[in-house]
């Protein structure tokens, strides 16, 4: 037993020893649509926002561990049909501080990466247009979990990622009503992120 302790803590020194830390700050676009729970919502084109913060990258060997924190515009374009028809286009707006924890595997010498991982939404702001007396930004609180799968390159110090967001929960925990007409709030997020970033520590 003693034996068996020894080797594992060995080959955790060991692989300690050969890990390289990099940290960088990057910045880009997310183009956005919700898949709503509510059938008289559809999306009408995309939604564009800024995605911004920081990242550190933990490399053993070819794979990486990568934790974010990252502020994020989301929302949608939706356009109201059936029993919502009279509202025209509806936008949903969402602040988010999302915190995603990558795992992933470089390829190709080192220039390629791949990675996917869990995604933690945490909204600081919401609003929506198009809807008089909405509470929408009310309905929308607490953490959302989802999840990012995407591709990677680094050339020196600068990282180029592009990645789709899923939602696994809705961004809206209560949905609300105006006179006899429910809203509801708990759609998902469906999104493309590209970033560049750049590394001021490590490579």
């Not at 995309?46 to 924190?69: C, D, H, M, N, W």
């Not at 680094?154 to 105006?178: A, P």
Request: a negative charge; zero cysteines; proline letters at 2%.
């Amino acid at each position: 037993m003693r034996k068996l302790l020894l080797l594992v803590v060995s080959m955790f020194v060991f692989s300690a020893s050969q890990a390289q830390l990099s940290v960088g700050a990057k910045l880009g676009i997310n183009v956005n649509q919700l898949i709503p729970s509510q059938d008289d919502l559809e999306n009408d084109g995309f939604q564009y926002g800024v995605v911004a913060g920081g990242f550190a990258r933990i490399t053993i060997s070819k794979f990486y561990l990568q934790p974010e924190i990252l502020f994020s515009q989301k929302g949608a374009n939706l356009q109201a049909e059936g029993n919502l028809s009279s509202l025209g286009e509806i936008e949903r707006n969402i602040n988010s501080l999302d915190v995603p924890i990558l795992i992933g595997y470089k390829f190709g010498q080192g220039i390629f990466r791949a990675n996917l991982g869990p995604v933690l939404g945490f909204p600081i702001s919401a609003s929506e247009e198009g809807v008089q007396g909405s509470r929408y930004e009310e309905s929308v609180s607490g953490a959302n979990i989802g999840y990012q799968i995407g591709v990677g390159l680094d050339i020196s110090k600068l990282t180029i990622d592009l990645r789709y967001e899923g939602g696994l929960s809705g961004v809206g925990r209560d949905n609300y009503r105006i006179g006899g007409t429910e809203f509801k709030t708990d759609d998902r997020v469906s999104t493309f992120q590209l970033t560049v970033g750049y590394k001021f520590i490590g490579n």
